[in-house]
């Protein structure tokens, strides 16, 4: 069973940029998704960006022009380089991928995995 491993938040000024690393312990070229997701104190789980088997990675609209997702197939790695932040981009970031193929998945929405990173906590002041 795949593990995913965040890394690279911290604290940083407006303006500031971070990037973040999700490390999966197994392959990550087979996923029929992959995505990083955010949650603040108080807030829902909402989407920053996805990727799917048809090649396409999608970005939430607060963070387009902003965010950039990626993956090295080669070192099983994703991720998501931030830049020109802003104090709300303010919280506990998870990468996520879906291990299993199905027909229909929408590759936006939390329901659609099944693995989990532990989080890595982003504060924007």
């Known amino acids: 069973h795949v593990q995913l491993v965040e890394s690279g938040g911290g604290s940083v000024q407006p303006g500031g940029s971070l990037r973040l690393s999700c490390a999966a312990s197994?392959?990550?070229?087979?996923?029929?998704?992959l995505a990083w997701f955010r949650q603040a104190p108080g807030k829902e789980r909402e989407g920053v960006a996805s990727?799917?088997?048809?090649?396409?990675?999608i970005y939430a609209d607060s963070v387009k022009g902003r965010f950039t997702m990626s993956q090295d197939n080669a070192k099983n790695t994703m991720f998501l380089q931030m830049n020109s932040l802003k104090p709300e981009d303010t919280a506990m970031y998870y990468c996520?991928?879906?291990?299993?193929?199905?027909?229909?998945?929408?590759?936006?929405?939390?329901?659609?995995?099944?693995?989990w990173g532990q989080g890595t906590q982003v504060t924007v002041s």
């Open positions: 990727f799917g088997n048809d090649g396409r990675t």
């Open positions: 197994g392959r990550i070229y087979s996923s029929q998704c």
């Open positions: 996520a991928l879906r291990s299993t193929w199905a027909f229909g998945v929408d590759c936006r929405s939390d329901n659609e995995y099944n693995v």
